[in-house]
């Protein structure tokens, strides 16, 4: 968590950027019923900075297993590689929906290892994909 508060034109900025869903594993702010965590990209303990090029929106749940990594292992090679940057990448280019979106599965290196290190198919947001599924709020067109 950043030392001095975003402001809340600037957490706004990043929101609507986000399309107000995590930049991990694409839960939506309205589903949740609660608001999604301002993540540091590259983390203030690395380096990085409250700058807006460096924030994006983050479930709880992702950027608490995120925490100050920005490098994880690919589990198919073993090869340290870099997390996805959802600022900078595009989703579709390193994950895909499985099962009608209830897993995210990494088809890159770097989606690989960020589903394995953010654990985005965790049991607790995999049950709650089959509820959001079934009334039709996922997965995020």
């Known amino acids: 968590m950043s030392r001095n508060p975003l402001s809340k034109v600037l957490r706004a900025r990043v929101a609507d950027q986000a399309l107000h869903r995590c930049g991990y594993c694409q839960t939506q702010e309205v589903v949740v019923g609660m608001p999604m965590e301002i993540e540091h990209i590259v983390p203030l303990a690395g380096g990085g ?3 807006e090029v460096n924030l994006w929106l983050a479930c709880p749940r992702c950027n608490l297993h ?10 198919l090679t073993g090869e340290s590689v ?3 940057d959802p600022r ?4 579709t280019d390193h994950f895909v929906w499985e099962q009608g979106g209830l897993y995210i ?3 890159s290196p770097t989606g690989r290892a960020t589903v394995d290190a953010l654990r985005l198919n965790n049991d607790f947001v995999v049950r709650s994909r089959h509820i959001w599924i079934a009334w039709g709020w996922h997965p995020p067109k």
Do not use: I, Y
């Open 82 to 84: 870099q997390l996805f």
């Open 66 to 75: 995120k925490a100050d990594r920005t490098r994880a292992l690919d589990p």
């Open 49 to 51: 900075s409250s700058e």
């Open 105 to 107: 599965a990494g088809h």
């Open 88 to 91: 900078r990448q595009l989703w």
